[in-house]
């Protein structure tokens, strides 16, 4: 329960939680889907015929005919979650310039009514591309937890073929998904891409 939080290592701590679970689930699902199942309902028959091993072998890349197989874990909105942890940590809990229930309240209403409050968080905190080491240090401690936790359930998978390799996702579909997301403590409003 995010009211609950009374520091901001409390929230960044509930992040990195959900973060992890997250990559936990997401790699048992590519661990265990890693069987004939994908094979019969989306072979891959052209990339198996462009990949070393297949042809060779006769089995599918969704069958393990390769040597090995390349699973990216993908962080998606990374931007956004680096701006909205910013803007908790400098003004509801460093400067005190939003009530932390207040902030809660804001984004729950998709920021109805609190324009001006929307405004003072978009532009009184470093944004994460702006070189600015306040919102980077942040973006550096999220990405290298991302990589390491996305390492440690690696590690952990009984298929020894895929190799797990974390990017951050910034492709053209992310424009979709952002329709489908709530509003966000960077003063992003619910569907903005």
């Not at 939680?17 to 661990?31: F, N, P, T, V």
């Not at 994908?38 to 089995?59: D, K, Q, T, V």
């Not at 109805?112 to 942040?138: C, F, H, N, T």
């Not at 550096?140 to 797990?164: H, L, Q």
Request: proline share 4%; aromatic share 12%; hydrophobic share 40%.
């Amino acid at each position: 329960d995010p009211s609950q939080f009374h520091s901001f290592e409390e929230v960044m701590a509930a992040y990195k939680d959900y973060l992890d679970r997250l990559i936990k689930g997401l790699i048992e699902s590519a661990d265990h889907f890693r069987d004939d199942r994908l094979y019969e309902i989306a072979p891959l028959p052209l990339f198996s015929a462009l990949m070393e091993g297949p042809l060779e072998c006769g089995r599918d890349i969704t069958q393990d005919g390769v040597l090995y197989n390349q699973y990216s874990p993908l962080l998606g909105g990374f931007s956004h979650a680096v701006d909205s942890l910013a803007a908790i940590k400098k003004l509801c809990f460093e400067e005190h310039a939003i009530a932390w229930p207040e902030l809660l309240e804001a984004i729950r209403n998709n920021w109805k009514g609190k324009e001006s409050l929307r405004q003072l968080v978009m532009s009184r905190v470093p944004a994460y591309g702006s070189d600015e080491d306040y919102a980077d240090d942040i973006a550096c401690e999220i990405a290298e937890y991302f990589v390491e936790r996305v390492k440690t359930y690696a590690a952990r998978t009984r298929n020894r073929k895929i190799m797990y390799a974390p990017g951050f996702g910034t492709f053209g579909f992310y424009k979709a998904l952002g329709a489908h997301a709530g509003a966000t403590a960077d003063g992003r409003v619910d569907g903005q891409s």
